[in-house]
């Protein structure tokens, strides 16, 4: 095969380093590159190292998941891009969560994730979808958002000027956790129209990604905590 997923794990405990690589090994399109305890550790094996996908852990000693995250994601140029990151959590950290997303990590996944769950994520992101599954992160981010200070909508909104009325509505359902399929037929249009709408969004915003698209809509108050 041709095309493998070049993966590396962080994570302190090696109990679940171990149980992920278990599960990737058995993948005949994935390749596990580098299994290290913490994030300067990954930041000191990524230079030189061909790497597609990082799975990430939040809290970790030396340099938290969080800043290992931006570091990796700054250091992306257009001749070679970062790596993506999944960032691993559970549902009592969502907050760090939401810190890694802002800080560019392409998704998340739960620790407890099941194999094919962790696979689909790994594979998604890889394709460059971003997003592990957009309803789960905007209610992720439902259950969390309240409690993070954000910018004032109205000073957030005006970079949204740049949109058109269409590219608005696209946010917007992106925002509320459609996926393409969902909103083509919503706005009677081709699944193909809504990926270059989306495309447009993210290059007139300088957004990375799905995952900061939905991030934004909350940011701007176009979606509030609830909304469907």
Request: hydrophobic share 50%; glycine share 8%; charged share 25%.
């Amino acid at each position: 095969m041709t095309d493998r997923i070049r993966v590396m794990i962080v994570d302190d405990q090696a109990l679940v380093r171990a149980g992920f690589r278990m599960v990737l090994d058995a993948e005949p399109d994935v390749d596990v590159v580098a299994e290290l305890g913490d994030g300067q550790a990954a930041l000191d094996a990524l230079p030189g190292r061909d790497v597609d996908v990082v799975l990430m852990d939040v809290r970790m000693p030396r340099l938290d998941g969080i800043e290992a995250t931006r570091r990796i994601v700054a250091r992306g140029t257009v001749d070679r891009p970062a790596p993506k990151v999944l960032v691993l959590t559970t549902f009592d950290l969502d907050e760090y969560v939401y810190a890694a997303l802002r800080a560019g990590a392409a998704g998340f996944l739960l620790k407890d994730a099941g194999p094919s769950e962790l696979l689909a994520a790994i594979r998604a992101v890889h394709t460059g979808d971003a997003v592990v599954a957009p309803g789960p992160t905007r209610r992720l981010l439902d259950q969390f958002l309240p409690l993070i200070e954000s910018p004032p909508p109205d000073a957030a909104r005006s970079r949204l000027d740049v949109l058109t009325e269409r590219e608005h509505e696209v946010l917007v359902a992106v925002g509320r956790g459609l996926n393409n399929l969902e909103i083509a037929d919503s706005f009677f249009v081709a699944e193909a129209t809504v990926k270059t709408h989306i495309g447009r969004i993210l290059a007139k915003l300088g957004l990375r990604d799905r995952v900061q698209m939905v991030v934004l809509a909350y940011e701007t108050g176009l979606v509030r905590v609830g909304d469907h």
